[in-house]
């Protein structure tokens, strides 16, 4: 069975850190691209990051680059988010899911993890 | 970055109508834009990717159009089970910016 599982998510105050943990099974880890996606509440989708199959390429979004870093253990078929120096604005379901497509030509996220709940607060 | 222009922001609609969300992009993104589904508490799910091909499983009554820089998802004949929240997202260029949704909701 396909399938991503998220682990990590907590309540954690301001200026802490946290990582998010995402574990593949069901499909060859090591040939797909990934990115995190969270949703503040009541609130939109946010595209956050994504990595290359082999982890040598990876981009982030503004709003969280130089805070947040994603990385794969491709021996463990896992993928991470690193966050720190977190804000109350960060609070949001976060999300990782598989590329449909590879790092380049990205066609969709085509198998999503359950989601896993962060709240930033003091 | 890219600007997806996602309208309308809700729409109400009975079963059995055809309904049309549209999705505007700031700039040229080819044919790299997704469509995805998202119930509540849910994860999204992908319908349709590359402007209009249907995900694999996607029921046949959801089609997606390219013209230009704009993109349209049309449901042919609403099911219960289609009343959720529409978001556009485009992964032409990085940040792979997503619509802010569209909720579809029952008349």
């Known amino acids: 069975q396909v399938q991503l599982v998220q682990s990590g998510g907590a309540v954690v105050q301001p200026g802490g850190s946290l990582r998010l943990s995402c574990a593949a099974s069901g499909f060859t880890f090591s040939n797909s691209a990934l990115h995190w996606v969270r949703q503040a509440p009541v609130k939109g989708l946010e595209w956050l990051a994504v990595i290359s199959y082999d982890g040598s390429h990876q981009y982030s979004a503004d709003s969280v680059k130089g805070r947040f870093t994603i990385s794969r253990d491709n021996s463990k078929n896992t993928l991470f988010l690193q966050m720190n120096s977190l804000r109350p604005e960060d609070t949001a379901v976060y999300y990782c899911?598989?590329?449909?497509?590879?790092?380049?030509?990205?066609?969709?996220?085509?198998?999503w993890g359950q989601g896993t709940t962060v709240t930033v607060s003091s | 970055d890219i600007q997806m222009t996602q309208s309308p922001s809700s729409l109400s609609a009975s079963v059995g109508d055809r309904v049309t969300i549209t999705c505007r992009a700031s700039q040229n993104i080819n044919k790299y834009l997704n469509w995805y589904q998202q119930k509540p508490g849910k994860a999204p799910k992908l319908l349709i990717y590359a402007a209009s091909t249907l995900q694999s499983g996607v029921p046949s009554r959801f089609s997606g159009r390219r013209s230009g820089t704009e993109f349209t998802l049309t449901i042919n004949s609403l099911q219960p089970e289609d009343f959720a929240t529409y978001y556009c997202?485009?992964?032409?260029?990085?940040?792979?910016?997503f619509g802010r949704g569209t909720k579809l909701e029952i008349k």
């Open positions: 899911a598989r590329d449909h497509g590879n790092y380049i030509f990205r066609n969709g996220l085509d198998v």
């Open positions: 997202q485009q992964s032409y260029s990085t940040p792979d910016t």
